[in-house]
């Protein structure tokens, strides 16, 4: 049986001219294949900002039309992610990217993070130690009474207790604080600019007062819902020989899995708030509805990186510590007195605490980052924001980006860009 063929003079059709593909483009590559080979390599296309986007974050079609000849773009990268929709594997690479970048900034608040939780932290370990280490010299404490033993719990819980509270606070502070702080970092490493410990801090005048309101805010409704769970505690105490003791089980049981949920689902769909009070300097209210329209349709993708990128930190961070508190042990002195074996204790306590802490501290910070690089791919997607960073950074003088550079492309883009957050309202 014969192969129909064309007619004379025409020519053969091709049924993968002109097909779509997520950035607008027959070939992401940005070259043609019809394009001649030339010594070393293919010849790229200059630059030009990406337009619409097809797909769920995009009512827009492609801009190519049937009986057109397809244009080949390729996405500018001015700085550390190409300007179109991002991948997963643009998120991983953009997080080291703006690391490599922005080093002081990233570890300057690791490290405050780190200080002031290890310096909380070890005040009440150091109290909590003195105290153990008086009670043990006092007399008649190798048969103490019963009163004893309560008095040295109840001071060891309080001590404990303390310095444990007190470094979950900070703890959540230097959190929200981070994904404020970092989210500028991503975003102005996105168009080439390079941002300093100093000026993280400066440019977030403006932001602090919302930022704490929101804290405020988390720790209304943590309160309510631990007031909560505590008294469905308590009605299980005082009905332990009742009937309604199961129903109060039952009942805890329910709440907790159902507020953790609830919980997840609500951390995801607000996890670009932090983000958005530090880059656009609106109020937390305003802050959680643009959170929760921009990842809109997008939570189970949001959801998956965060755990994976999660995941792969929870590893690393453990491979590091998981060694130090094995290692601490070898340099307990088995023939120390009581007194001796106290400090030796705090002292090693204090050192695997503090590097523990810091090393936490910097995979929330990798994190934080995520979450900026999350805000400029959903505005890209849904608001066409990538137009806007290509043009602040041919504003700024930045030149497209090598993927592994770390190199500034001129001397004079700090001054030019020093107050520079793209996204922010222009007063």
Request: aromatic share 10%; glycine share 10%.
């Amino acid at each position: 049986m014969s192969t129909p063929q064309p007619p004379e003079g025409s020519e053969p059709s091709n049924p993968y001219v002109g097909s779509p593909n997520p950035y607008g483009s027959p070939n992401p590559y940005g070259v043609t294949p019809s394009q001649p080979s030339q010594p070393g390599g293919y010849q790229v296309p200059p630059y030009q900002p990406v337009g619409a986007y097809p797909g769920p974050y995009s009512g827009q079609q492609s801009g190519h039309h049937p009986g057109q000849q397809p244009v080949f773009v390729q996405a500018s990268r001015p700085g550390t992610i190409p300007l179109r929709p991002l991948t997963l594997s643009d998120l991983l690479e953009g997080i080291f990217a703006t690391l490599r970048r922005n080093p002081g900034a990233v570890l300057g608040i690791s490290a405050v993070a780190a200080v002031a939780q290890a310096a909380v932290y070890m005040v009440g370990i150091y109290a909590l130690f003195s105290t153990l280490g008086e009670n043990m010299m006092t007399p008649g404490m190798d048969d103490p009474s019963d009163e004893q033993i309560f008095d040295l719990l109840a001071t060891m819980a309080t001590w404990g207790g303390t310095s444990f509270g007190g470094m979950m606070v900070l703890s959540v502070f230097f959190t929200l604080l981070a994904q404020a702080v970092l989210g500028i970092v991503a975003v102005r490493s996105a168009v080439g600019v390079k941002t300093t410990f100093g000026q993280t801090l400066r440019l977030m005048r403006g932001s602090w007062g919302k930022l704490l309101l929101f804290m405020l805010l988390l720790a209304v409704i943590t309160t309510v819902i631990m007031a909560i769970f505590v008294g469905l505690i308590v009605w299980a105490v005082f009905s332990w020989q009742d009937a309604s003791f199961g129903v109060a089980i039952v009942t805890i049981l329910l709440f907790g899995f159902t507020t953790f949920m609830i919980g997840i689902w609500l951390t995801i769909k607000f996890c670009l708030t932090t983000t958005l009070i530090g880059v656009e300097q609106i109020g937390p209210l305003r802050a959680m509805g643009r959170s929760w329209r921009l990842t809109g349709g997008a939570w189970w993708r949001t959801f998956g990186i965060v755990l994976l990128v999660t995941l792969i930190l929870g590893i690393v961070t453990s491979v590091i510590t998981t060694p130090l508190s094995m290692i601490s042990v070898m340099f307990f002195d088995e023939n120390a007195s009581a007194e001796e074996m106290v400090q030796q204790t705090a002292l090693l306590t204090a050192i695997q605490t503090g590097v523990s802490i810091f090393v936490s501290m910097f995979a929330q910070c990798l994190i934080s980052i995520l979450y900026g690089l999350f805000y400029v791919d959903y505005r890209m997607r849904r608001e066409g924001f990538d137009r806007e960073l290509l043009d602040i950074a041919t504003s700024v003088g930045a030149e497209t980006d090598d993927r592994f550079s770390t190199r500034l492309n001129a001397q004079t883009l700090d001054s030019a860009a020093d107050d520079l957050v793209p996204g922010r309202p222009r007063s």
